[in-house]
Every structure is written in C-alpha cells, then in structure tokens.
C-alpha cells in the first residue's frame, strides 16, 4: 500500500494567514492526489483533484502544486469558515490511502 | 448534482454482519462515468477506503478487508450496498458512500455518512 504522511498534523493560524499543508506519498503516485476539507460531523469535500485542479465552487484562496512524491495544499488568506481538518488522497493505484489529516486551528 | 444518502442499522453485535446501503438520486447509476465506493472513519480518526463498486459490477476492495466485505449494485433502483461480516469493535466507524469519478479518481459527491457501532 502506498503510504500517505501529512505535516503537519495539527497547525494554528490567524484569519489573513497563509498557509501551507504537505503530503508525502511513499512511492510516486505522479499527479494522482486530491485534498478534502472535513468539518465536524460532515463529510468530506473535495477542494483539488490531480494535485492542482480547483474542484467547482471552491474558492481561488485554496492551491494545490506538486507531483511524484511530494504535494502541498495552499490557502491564500484564511478565512473563518477554513478551520477545519484536511486530508490528502492518492489514486495512483488500490487500494486508494489517505493522509492522517492536518487539524487547522484557530490561533 | 448527485446525492448520495446510506441507510442501515446503527448497530451491530460482534460476530454478525453490517450492511448499509446508499441511494442515489440526481442521476442514473447505470453510467460509464462513476465507481461507487464506500469509506469508514472511526471515531476522531482518519479514513479508510473500503472498496467500490462499477454499474457493470466489477469490485475492487481493500485487501485489508477483502475476506469480509462484499460490495453489490442494483441499478434499478439506483442503489448501492456493502456487506461486512464478522464485525468486532475495531469496525465501528462513520460509514460514508461517495461516487469516483471513472477518469479523474477522485471521490466528488458523499453521502452525509451513518454511524455504525458494534457491541453487544
């Protein structure tokens, strides 16, 4: 199984602040990686598919970039409604795995 | 926009088996352009692919669990299942239902998620 490391696990930030999530894959997963948002009691919401592509809806504050082993999830300017749990995914290949999430608190 | 919804008991005794479905509405099942795929997240921890399931009724499962878990379709009634037998305690979890795209391969409509307890 291909292993999925997010760092880091738990973050607090600022509303305004830039912030950076990374995922690393054990093996090279090319650009088969997505990023969830998760918020209590929910489920997950797709926020960027194949490392960099902008799900509908989803606001240009959220990046993605990467490819092969190592990923980042970039948000621009936090907003309130950002606070949450984020996860990565790969689906290079199954079983698909994800990320142990990355807890983003309020500072 | 599809919508995905699971059904089922919330809970479940050691050693028997769990079985939820998930319905989906706002479009056909029958279609080349989606797996239908189940997750778990136990309590306060991360997720878990299951396995999932093409209209056609090709399966692919996590090895993980692949001598207990069998994944089935009825396209007729737009409707997906996911039978897990020999439960233990380990297996409780938020069980949630979400479509794949058969390209893109990533999971972009979920249902609401049910939770699922085992214990006596």
């Known amino acids: 199984d291909i292993q999925m490391t997010q760092s880091p696990s738990s973050l607090s930030a600022s509303v305004g602040d830039r912030v950076t999530i990374t995922c690393r894959a054990s093996q090279s997963i090319s650009s088969f990686l997505n990023w969830y948002q998760q918020k209590p009691g929910k489920a997950p919401k797709l926020l960027i598919y194949?490392?960099?592509s902008l799900q509908s809806g989803v606001p240009s504050r959220f990046s993605g970039s990467g490819s092969g082993t190592d990923f980042t999830l970039t948000i621009s300017s936090l907003q309130p409604e950002d606070f949450a749990i984020y996860f990565c995914q790969q689906s290079d290949s199954m079983p698909y795995t994800f990320g142990q999430g990355t807890n983003l608190e309020i500072k | 926009q599809l919508q995905l919804q699971e059904s089922g008991p919330g809970l479940v005794k050691p050693s028997e088996a769990l079985s939820l479905t998930c319905t989906v509405s706002?479009?056909?099942?029958?279609?080349?352009?989606?797996?239908w795929g189940w997750i778990r997240q136990p309590p306060g921890k991360g997720l878990e692919w299951i396995g999932m399931?093409?209209?056609?009724?090709?399966?692919y499962y996590n090895p993980s669990l692949k001598s207990r878990v069998t994944i089935s379709v009825d396209t007729s009634k737009n409707q997906f299942s996911v039978k897990l037998s020999s439960v233990t305690a380990a297996d409780t979890a938020v069980y949630f239902c979400?479509?794949?795209?058969?390209?893109?391969?990533?999971?972009?409509?979920w249902g609401q998620g049910t939770l699922v307890t085992v214990s006596s």
């Open positions: 399931i093409y209209y056609s009724g090709g399966t």
């Open positions: 706002g479009g056909s099942m029958y279609t080349s352009s989606y797996y």
């Open positions: 979400a479509s794949l795209g058969y390209d893109s391969r990533h999971f972009d409509y």
């Open positions: 194949v490392a960099s």
